[in-house]
């Protein structure tokens, strides 16, 4: 198993450019997230999934969209890209129901800057 | 919604020391308290994890303890090595896995082993 894959993994976007991180996991969870990390800021969860055709917001989720047509992708979309945007981006997933190890398994990262 | 409180922000202590890194969390439904630990340039991974029922959990030179009433927890690194050195993130949860709301993270305590 691959586990949980990202792209790209660096970025530099212009102001106003628009993109797509690429997420993808074959463990077949149900339950997929999107965080951010800033320097001296831990993880803030900006958009989550319970299962293919369902997402929410998390924390942070203004200037960001997903969508989960299946239960392996779940790409995050920055429209039109504001230097506050700059940062390190994890995708991550774990298997529930309840009672599970509860663990979350991360991708890589993909770093983004927005000049 | 929940906050999580973590210190210190960095701590450095000799190879073989012990080291000791506190959370506190505000939402008293909380029941679910991961470490994950962060290499440089790496993704989180998670080290260990406690749920409300247990007081305590060990694994090798690693501990966690929870303090229901004070709404506390605290990761122990015993003997520490020099691979123990990276960032270490405490998070806490209603679910296992983050269920509906994803984890709640600490900011993050930059561990440093020195020789």
């Known amino acids: 198993n691959a586990g949980v894959t990202q792209t790209p993994k660096f970025r530099i976007l212009k102001i106003g450019q628009s993109m797509t991180l690429q997420c993808t996991q074959d463990?077949?969870?149900?339950?997929m997230y999107w965080y951010r990390q800033d320097p001296g800021m831990g993880l803030k969860l900006i958009y989550y999934?319970?299962?293919?055709?369902?997402?929410d917001k998390g924390e942070v989720p203004n200037g960001y969209n997903v969508s989960r047509s299946t239960t392996e992708d779940f790409p995050l979309r920055l429209e039109l890209a504001a230097p506050s945007q700059t940062s390190v981006y994890f995708c991550?997933?774990?298997?529930?129901?309840?009672?599970?190890?509860?663990?979350?398994?991360f991708g890589e990262g993909s770093r983004l800057t927005v000049l | 919604g929940e906050n999580v409180e973590q210190h210190p922000s960095t701590l450095s202590v000799q190879e073989g020391d012990s080291a000791v890194i506190k959370c506190t969390y505000s939402?008293?439904?909380?029941?679910?308290f991961p470490w994950y630990k962060q290499e440089l340039g790496k993704r989180p991974q998670l080290i260990i994890d406690?749920?409300?029922?247990?007081g305590e959990k060990k694994d090798q030179r690693i501990a966690v303890t929870l303090n229901k009433t004070a709404k506390h927890f605290s990761l122990h690194i015993t003997e520490t090595q020099p691979e123990d050195s990276a960032v270490y993130f405490c998070?806490?949860?209603?679910?296992?896995?983050?269920?509906?709301?994803?984890?709640?993270f600490g900011k993050g305590t930059h561990l440093i082993i020195q020789p």
């Open positions: 991550a997933s774990s298997y529930l129901p309840w009672g599970s190890t509860g663990e979350l398994f």
């Open positions: 463990m077949n969870h149900n339950y």
């Open positions: 999934s319970v299962g293919a055709g369902i997402t």
């Open positions: 939402d008293s439904a909380s029941n679910y």
């Open positions: 406690i749920r409300s029922n247990v």
């Open positions: 998070a806490a949860s209603m679910r296992a896995g983050g269920g509906a709301d994803g984890l709640t």
